[in-house]
C-alpha cells in the first residue's frame, strides 16, 4: 500500500484553466502539507494542515486553495493557472510538526 | 533569504569513493532531517537528529547533528552508483513559527 498517494501524475493544461490535485495519507499522520519544487529542485513549503485545521500558509497567490475534508486528506484547487505555477507539486504527511515528512511521488504540472 | 544552506551544490565522484555533504544554518532547530529524491520520485525520509553532537549510522551513510543544532553533515563511505540522487536536509525551529524548512539540496552522481 502506497503511504501517501497523490494523483494525477502529470498534468498538462492551458493557462487560464482551473484544476485540483488530489492527496491521501494512510499512515494514520496528524499534519499534512503541499510543497512546490521548482526547475532547480527547491522545496518551498504552500500549506501544512494539522488535524483538517490551516496551520501554515506562505506567501502562495490566493489562486491557490487547499482543501482537507478529513485527516487523511488534502486536496489542492488551483484557479486561473499562470505559465509559472508550471512545477513538481508534492503532498506529504507527517505525525509531529514540524517533523520527519513522508511524501507522495508528485504531480508535475505543465501549463502550457 | 536562505536559511539552511547545503554544500556542495553539486558533487561528482567515483565508486568508492568517500564524500560529505554540509548543511548550515544560523538558526537553531529542534530537529533535522536529511532525504534523498530520486528523478521523477518524492524524497525520501532517511533519517532524523534531534540531541546536539548526535551521531547517526544508516550502513555506509553517517549523520552528524552538531553541538549547536545549526549545522549537520552526511558522509558517505564507499559511494555506489546507487547512492546517486538529490540529497535534501530539512530543518524544524520553534522561532519560525514551529514549520520546516528545505537546504537547496546536494545532487550527487556517482560513476561506476
Known amino acids: 500500500d502506497t503511504a501517501v498517494s497523490q494523483t494525477p501524475k502529470y498534468l498538462v493544461t492551458q493557462m487560464g484553466n482551473d484544476k485540483s490535485i488530489k492527496c491521501e495519507q494512510n499512515l494514520g499522520h496528524d499534519t499534512m502539507y503541499w510543497y512546490k519544487q521548482d526547475s532547480k529542485k527547491f522545496l518551498k513549503i504552500m500549506f501544512s494542515?494539522?488535524?483538517?485545521?490551516?496551520?501554515i500558509n506562505e506567501t502562495v497567490p490566493n489562486r491557490f486553495s487547499p482543501k482537507s475534508p478529513d485527516k487523511a486528506h488534502l486536496n489542492l484547487h488551483i484557479n486561473s493557472l499562470e505559465l509559472g505555477d508550471s512545477a513538481v507539486y508534492f503532498c506529504a504527511s507527517s505525525q509531529e510538526y514540524p517533523g520527519a515528512a513522508f511524501f507522495g511521488q508528485g504531480t508535475r504540472l505543465t501549463v502550457v | 533569504t536562505q536559511l539552511l544552506e547545503q554544500s556542495p551544490q553539486f558533487l561528482s565522484i567515483q565508486e568508492g569513493e568517500n564524500l560529505t555533504v554540509y548543511c548550515n544554518s544560523s538558526s537553531v532547530f529542534s530537529s533535522l532531517q536529511w532525504y534523498r529524491q530520486e528523478p521523477g520520485e518524492g524524497p525520501v525520509l532517511l533519517v532524523t537528529?534531534?540531541?546536539?553532537?548526535e551521531v547517526k549510522k544508516l550502513k555506509r551513510l553517517t549523520f552528524q547533528f552538531g553541538d549547536a543544532r545549526k549545522d549537520s553533515s552526511l558522509h558517505i563511505t564507499a559511494a555506489q552508483p546507487g547512492d546517486t540522487g538529490l540529497y535534501l536536509c530539512a530543518g524544524g525551529y520553534q522561532g519560525n513559527a514551529g514549520k520546516s524548512t528545505f537546504g537547496d539540496g546536494t545532487t550527487l552522481t556517482v560513476k561506476p
Open positions: 537528529v534531534v540531541t546536539g553532537g
Open positions: 494542515y494539522n488535524n483538517k485545521e490551516l496551520i
